[in-house]
């Protein structure tokens, strides 16, 4: 098993998500040992690559610091998946979830509390993607923070990647995904930038085909005007086969 981090040297672009400023954790790799000294944190941007799909060797385990002086409390959600649907990615953070879906906070009973100097009460939390169906897969993480009453903080995000490149072929800091959408909570349209020519289907939360389009690559509009209040998964397939689902909330 070979993992290695590649580390972002510039922040993400307003497609993307800017760096925390108001963030009091960090979060650091621990490297498959239950040892403080060889720790590395994770940092915005980072891409932490695995050439493995094998269960145990492709945990990313992980501990959440309190670098503050009150206790906090954090969630992670996944907001981006290429070549995957989320069912084999196990994510443990405070409690276990065999498959994950976009946009959903972990753990969904609420956040995991980190008392001031200290991490996470439990050393066991990992991620860990077992989908080796294609050479390249990725998913993008989003950790933050919530106050006492439940409502994200803003400007505590820490977003960073963890991708399976079976060749360890790709070695590019930047996502694999073909396609970014923004915003992601809309009202009459949303705004995608592609790397390639894409076929799209929008789906509904009941599986249903609301619309079908191609789109080429570079910066489009994509037009949400008639749809319901909801929940949609967009679906982008590429010309060179890359797959990449975001999620849109239209108001």
């Known amino acids: ?41 994770i940092n915005e941007g980072d891409v932490v690559i695995f050439n493995t799909s094998v269960y145990e060797e492709a945990k990313l385990q992980f501990l959440t610091y309190n670098d503050g002086t009150e206790t906090i409390g954090i969630q992670v959600e996944c907001t981006g998946l290429t070549n995957t649907d989320g069912d ?3 994510l443990c953070y405070g409690e276990c979830y065999y498959g994950i879906d976009t946009f959903i906070p972990y753990p969904t009973l609420g956040p995991v509390p980190v008392q001031p100097g200290q991490h996470q009460p439990i050393m066991a939390d990992y991620f860990s993607n077992t989908d080796g169906n294609s050479d390249l897969v990725e998913y993008q993480f989003r950790f933050f923070q919530l106050d006492s009453e439940g409502f994200e903080i803003p400007d505590t995000s820490l977003n960073f990647t963890y991708r399976y490149d079976g060749t360890m072929a790709t070695s590019d800091v930047n996502s694999i995904a073909i396609a970014e959408v923004y915003p992601t909570v809309a009202k009459g349209f949303t705004n995608v930038d592609l ?16 619309k079908s389009l191609e789109l080429n690559a570079g910066q489009s509009t994509l037009d949400l005007s008639g749809f319901a209040a909801g929940v949609y998964i967009i679906q982008f397939k590429g010309t060179s086969g890359l797959t990449t689902m975001k999620k849109v909330v239209v108001k």
């Not at 800017?18 to 720790?39: G, I, K, V």
């Not at 790397?195 to 609301?210: H, P, S, T, Y």
């Open 1 to 41: 098993m070979k993992k290695f981090i590649l580390s972002a040297v510039v922040g993400l672009s307003v497609m993307g998500f800017s760096n925390a400023q108001n963030q009091d954790f960090r979060l650091m790799d621990m490297h498959h040992t239950n040892e403080y000294d060889d720790d590395t944190e």
């Open 88 to 90: 084999s990615m196990e």
């Open 195 to 210: 790397k390639e020519n894409a076929k799209v289907q929008i789906v509904n939360l009941q599986g249903k085909v609301v």
